[in-house]
């Protein structure tokens, strides 16, 4: 089993900054991704940013040039500097996992931290 541990969601005015973390634990054969996605209220969850083991990264359209993910292999950890905050930014943050070989992978997820941007 993978465990997932998010910090680092907090209350911000807009134009401020917040940087979140997920830690990965347990039996991880591979991690293969991780990222960040979104969910607010009456709204379907959305890939924020995501990040492979390999460096690739792609963002949403609505965060690029403001966030930025990095991850630190030897911790399994994650990472989501968010800068230049929005109201809109404003959401529950879940870590997602990708990990397993290549015929038996599958994702896991993070409890959620919430995220508020004030006016």
């Known amino acids: 089993q993978v465990q997932l541990v998010e910090s680092g969601g907090g209350l911000v005015q807009a134009g401020g900054s917040l940087r979140l973390s997920c830690a990965a634990s347990g039996r991880i054969f591979r991690i293969n991704a991780m990222g960040w996605y979104r969910q607010a209220p009456g709204k379907q969850r959305e890939l924020v940013a995501r990040i492979t083991w390999g460096a690739s990264t792609n963002y949403a359209d609505s965060v690029k040039g403001r966030f930025t993910i990095s991850r630190d292999n030897a911790k399994n950890t994650v990472y989501l500097q968010m800068n230049s905050l929005k109201p809109e930014d404003t959401a529950v943050y879940y870590c997602?996992?990708?990990?397993?070989?290549?015929?038996?992978?599958?994702?896991?997820w993070g409890q959620g931290t919430q995220v508020t941007v004030s006016l």
């Open positions: 997602m996992l990708n990990e397993g070989s290549i015929i038996n992978a599958g994702d896991y």
